[in-house]
């Protein structure tokens, strides 16, 4: 079944393609079979008009926490009201998670990824950490690889109150990785004063390694610390956060294959100094924009947000913003297209609109994508496909 696509104004290919005015595309069941002008266009068994509105490829959010129960207002409103942002408060949502029985939890994560995807994200990665017990932490991840994409074992998010550090971190590393491994394809470590320290990351990375587990940190939110540069020497596909970034941490990351993944929703709900995009765009990092959402620093999944923010406050073009939340995001998933549409896997890629890729759009209720960041916090989204299915709007 093959479906024509046309009245596309925009069509940001997110490739050497570029932007294609008057644009159409041809899907062919889960996948792009052709992109180009609209004028060009063969025939196919379908044929959907959009209305002369600008399409994206879906937002590869590439960052979220979404299995969670319980909300942490107070939290936030304190913290709006001058007190810092400190990890402890993990501590609250694990207590409301444990206790939230695993039909809550997964009626929760459904709602939140309709959200997502209401906001134009088709590809999300989850997080499990806030089980951080043997049994939550298999629940999370067993209820997370039911619903989103890739899910990331992160025990090394906190240690429990009460818990020897070390004793939770040989759990962590044991029988906890063991049971969660056949359901997570990545392993994630809090690497900041108040977590986890570069030892025990070190630790944490090296177990995820040795299961097969690809590899993730949260590293240099919240001041200078070692998790850019763990990340880096361990080949990371990622390092999230990125607040606080020396000379030396920017060059590391322009001359590796980790991506640089800004969480702009969680800065300005942290009150952190955004994290320097244009600086290791310049460089020649790859950065990727994630939505972080989580009840703590980010209870937002609007990817059409942190574009906004990207453009307007951490001075990328919406070229490059629009590429972060797609291509960027997708190569922190190691789902970037390699060639022919495909990703290192031989998948179809996700994160850009070339034939082989995976038709994941997203139809802007706009002629021009530029509005994403010319009229913030307008409603932004008209329609969205994940694998050619029409999953909102
Ligand atoms: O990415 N940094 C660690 N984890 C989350 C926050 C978790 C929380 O406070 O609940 C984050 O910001």
Redesign the pocket.
């Known amino acids: 079944m093959t479906t024509l696509l046309t009245g596309i104004s925009q069509l940001h290919t997110v490739s050497e393609a570029g932007v294609i005015e008057d644009a159409a595309v041809v899907i062919d069941g889960s996948t792009i079979a052709w992109v180009g002008r609209a004028a060009d266009a063969g025939a196919a068994d379908e044929r959907v008009d959009l209305g002369g509105r600008a399409v994206l490829p879906g937002w590869v959010d590439s960052?979220t926490?979404m299995v969670?129960d319980g909300n942490?207002a107070e939290?936030f409103e304190a913290r709006m009201a001058g007190q810092d942002?400190a990890?402890g408060?993990?501590a609250?949502?694990m207590e409301a998670t444990r206790s939230a029985g695993r039909e809550r939890l997964t009626q929760l994560v459904r709602e939140r990824r309709a959200d997502a995807r209401a906001g134009g994200t088709t590809t999300l990665e989850t997080?499990t950490?806030?089980g951080l017990n043997v049994e939550s932490e298999v629940e999370a991840a067993q209820i997370a690889a039911t619903l989103v994409d890739d899910v990331t074992f992160?025990g090394a998010?906190?240690v429990p109150p009460g818990e020897d550090a070390e004793t939770y971190l040989d759990l962590v590393v044991g029988d906890m990785l063991d049971a969660v491994a056949e359901h997570v394809q990545w392993i994630d470590v809090?690497c900041?004063r108040g977590?986890f320290s570069e030892e025990q990351s070190r630790r944490v990375l090296e177990a995820g390694q040795a299961k097969g587990l690809g590899l993730r940190v949260?590293g240099n939110?919240?001041g200078d610390g070692p998790g850019v540069q763990l990340a880096v020497e361990y080949g990371a596909a990622s390092v999230?956060?990125v607040n606080y970034l020396t000379d030396e941490d920017v060059e590391a990351l322009a001359s590796s294959e980790t991506v640089a993944t800004g969480?702009p929703a969680?800065d300005l709900s942290?009150r952190q100094p955004l994290a320097p995009l244009r600086r290791l765009i310049d460089a020649g990092a790859t950065v990727a924009l994630a939505s972080?959402l989580?009840?703590?620093?980010?209870y937002t999944s609007s990817m059409n947000f942190c574009v906004s923010t990207a453009v307007l406050q951490q001075k990328l073009t919406l070229e490059e913003a629009v590429r972060a939340a797609t291509f960027g995001g997708a190569k922190a998933l190691r789902r970037h297209d390699v060639g022919q549409g495909l990703d290192p896997q031989g998948r179809p890629a996700k994160g850009t609109l070339v034939p082989g890729a995976a038709a994941d759009l997203h139809v802007l209720d706009t002629a021009h994508a530029i509005d994403l960041a010319y009229r913030p916090g307008m409603p932004a989204t008209w329609r969205t496909y994940v694998g050619g299915e029409v999953v909102f709007g």
């Open positions: 960052h926490h969670f942490r939290e942002y990890a408060g993990i609250l949502t997080k950490g806030y992160l998010h906190l809090f900041e977590a949260h939110q919240l999230d956060h969480l969680c942290t972080n989580n009840p703590g620093t980010s």
